[in-house]
């Protein structure tokens, strides 16, 4: 609960706190989750499990905007990739694989929105039923490497693909990298141009 007589800046961001308290909490600790803040970890062996609720950059003292980002992030994939290692805590954008629960609820993106003059109680509800619907199971049944895989091809990143392919010792590694040359910048294709010749890969 808020008070009215806080400083107005200060409700819109306690009603999310409450709400998030009561429709993601409980769920994100049963299943092992670790909170910090706003973001939630679990790591499975090499997998790190993230759910982050993201307030928007434009809330207003009277309003204020959410939505929950969700994230894997595979130390062998992530060092395979090239990427910098993450220090002791990983955060969403560390993650290799990221994903919205906007894109679960088959929208391109969903935000939530609380204010003084809108019936919150409903955005409670519809936040328990996409988190508990969409949001937990993907991130509880996601975290293999031939998932990633999977996920990079459905999701055009080749070059996700073509890392997950080595690791998984198949044969398409060749021609995910040609794909990912294709359509690369500059930068991007000489990075990528260097990890393949760094594999023996012919591209």
Same mark, same amino acid.
């Given at each position: 609960m808020y008070n009215a007589n806080q400083p107005a800046e200060f409700i819109a961001k306690d009603v999310i706190k409450a709400i998030i308290a009561e429709t993601i909490t409980p769920d994100l600790k049963a299943a092992g989750y670790r909170k910090q803040a706003f973001t939630w970890r679990k790591q499975v062996e090499d997998v790190v499990k993230i759910v982050n609720v993201q307030l928007s950059r434009w809330n207003q003292s009277h309003e204020s905007a959410f939505?929950? #980002?969700?994230?894997?992030?595979?130390?062998?994939?992530?060092?395979? @990739? $090239?990427?910098?290692?993450? $220090?002791?805590?990983? #955060?969403?954008? /560390?993650? /290799?694989? @990221?994903e919205r629960i906007g894109r679960l609820m088959g929208k391109v993106d969903y935000w939530w929105t609380v204010a003084h003059n809108k019936d919150n109680h409903k955005v409670k509800e519809g936040v328990r039923y996409n988190f508990v #619907?969409?949001?937990?199971? *993907?991130?509880? $049944?996601?975290?293999?490497?031939?998932?990633?895989? /999977? *996920?990079f091809?459905?999701? $055009?990143? *080749?070059?996700?693909?073509?890392?997950?392919?080595?690791?998984?010792? @198949? /044969?398409?590694?060749?021609?995910?990298? @040609?794909?990912?040359?294709?359509?690369?910048?500059?930068?991007?294709?000489?990075?990528?141009r260097r990890w393949a010749n760094k594999h023996g890969l012919d591209v």
């Open positions: 939505t929950i #980002n969700l994230g894997i992030y595979h130390e062998l994939f992530h060092a395979e @990739r $090239g990427m910098s290692p993450i $220090g002791k805590s990983v #955060n969403e954008p /560390d993650c /290799d694989v @990221r #619907n969409h949001a937990l199971p *993907w991130i509880e $049944g996601f975290g293999s490497l031939p998932e990633m895989y /999977d *996920w091809i459905q999701n $055009g990143d *080749w070059f996700g693909a073509a890392v997950a392919a080595l690791l998984l010792k @198949r /044969d398409n590694v060749e021609e995910l990298t @040609r794909k990912t040359l294709a359509t690369a910048n500059s930068h991007f294709a000489s990075n990528v």
